[in-house]
T-cell receptor
């Protein structure tokens, strides 16, 4: 089984709808992240969380919110989806100790979201 | 604002040839990572570079880090078709990673 899973894998929705993307991990890592990927732009950080009680905005948090329900679960919500939120969304995890691998991050399979 | 610049962004090379992808960044950091992404897939960790002068090799790929020059390189030796993918460098900014835009590599016969 994959260490980092994301659901759904694909989603098509309409403008104005509320959408939740879910991420679960079995790696035992404390840190979790949400990125979005757009063609030609690389990955950009939306939110990150170092533990259940620690949530931080990233570079492009406007229009998004997150919830860290447990150490292993980190959800991303689009309260009112708009077309320019069409993108590939990745969840990632890393180990807070960072000793051996620095801040090496491990990525989920991604969720392809289309907002019409 | 931290900038992470990769070049080239697109690279088409023949099998058997050598080439280098460059990753320049604009802030102090001594940790850098390389990832590979196949079309429609997730990111796979290739190399973790944690100090100045670090060099890692795996098969036909070799990565290095010069923190003083704020430069990392990914060298491809005797390219094969299986190396066709997009390669990202990512700079460690302590709370997260800051990614370059990626280099799309196509290896042709």
């Amino acid at each position: 089984d994959a260490d980092v899973t994301q659901t759904p894998r694909n989603r098509i929705t309409k403008t104005g709808k509320r959408i939740m993307l879910e991420c679960s991990q079995t790696k035992g890592h404390d840190r979790m992240y949400w990125y979005r990927q757009d063609p030609g732009l690389g990955l950009r950080l939306i939110y990150y969380s170092f533990d259940v009680k620690d949530i931080n905005k990233g570079e492009i948090s406007d229009g998004y919110s997150v919830s860290r329900q447990a150490q292993a679960k980190f959800s991303l919500s689009l309260e009112s989806a708009i077309p320019n939120q069409t993108a590939l969304y990745f969840c990632a995890t890393s180990d807070r100790t960072g000793l051996a691998g620095g801040n090496e991050q491990f990525f989920g399979p991604g969720t392809r979201l289309t907002v019409l | 604002e931290l900038k992470v610049e990769q070049n080239p962004l697109f690279l088409s090379m023949q099998e058997g040839k050598n080439y280098t992808i460059y990753c320049n960044y604009s802030t102090t950091s001594d940790r850098l990572y390389w990832y590979r992404q196949d079309p429609g897939k997730s990111l796979e960790s290739l190399f973790v570079l944690l100090s100045n002068g670090a060099v890692k090799q795996e098969g036909r790929l070799m990565a290095s880090l010069d923190t003083k020059a704020r430069l990392s390189t990914l060298h491809i030796t005797a390219a094969v078709h299986d190396l066709s993918a997009t390669y990202f460098c990512a700079v460690d900014i302590r709370y997260a990673l800051n990614f370059g835009k990626g280099t799309s590599l196509l290896v042709t016969p």
